[in-house]
């Protein structure tokens, strides 16, 4: 007959304990409280019941990961076997351990942005402008005016019979 398995909701109450067997496995034991709550019709509040605890047992992995990630108050929501009842207290053979997020929030290595994310972002350098030639063809950006323009109006905007009597105006439109 397989034991009995039962998921329970509860409390960390006390540190977590590591050790490793001959082989290398990691064992991990730690106490669990679980305060059952009942809703009491009369006073329309929730009560909570009598204490019940835990000695939980993980191995392996789960063993390694609870006690990096567990301390002393830390809500966990547990899958395991009943491996004895003694002295009011339930063994449990941990099959499975969450963190409960009822009151916290929990992030995962998943979950959390990698050592770059917090890096600062640098923009990329500004393009430099470029001395043209009067043989080179003309790249110019929007909002910003042609490498000739400049030339001109340093020099008066003089053209060669560009400014007559009756245009006297320094722009001229058209030949």
């Known amino acids: 007959m397989f034991p009995p398995i039962t998921h329970v909701s509860g409390t960390i109450a006390s540190d977590v304990e590591i050790r490793f067997t001959e082989d290398g496995l ?17 006073t329309q509040k929730w009560l909570d019941g009598t204490p019940i605890p835990y000695v939980c047992t993980a191995w392996g992995d789960i063993a390694r990961n609870a006690t990096e990630s567990l301390v002393n108050g830390t809500a966990v929501l547990v899958r395991g076997r009943i491996t004895e009842i003694k002295d009011n207290v339930i063994r449990l053979s941990v099959d499975d351990l969450g963190l409960s997020l009822r009151k916290h929030i929990a992030y995962t290595d998943a979950g959390l942005p ?62």
């Open 26 to 42: 990691a064992v991990c034991r730690f106490r669990l409280t679980e305060v059952p709550r009942k809703w009491n019709p009369m």
């Open 114 to 175: 990698g050592p770059r994310a917090a890096a600062p972002v640098t923009p990329p350098p500004a393009p430099q402008p470029t001395e043209q030639t009067a043989s080179e063809p003309a790249t110019r950006r929007p909002g910003n005016p042609p490498g000739w323009w400049d030339e001109r109006r340093s020099s008066g905007w003089s053209e060669p019979g560009a400014s007559t009597a009756a245009d006297a105006s320094p722009l001229r439109v058209g030949s």
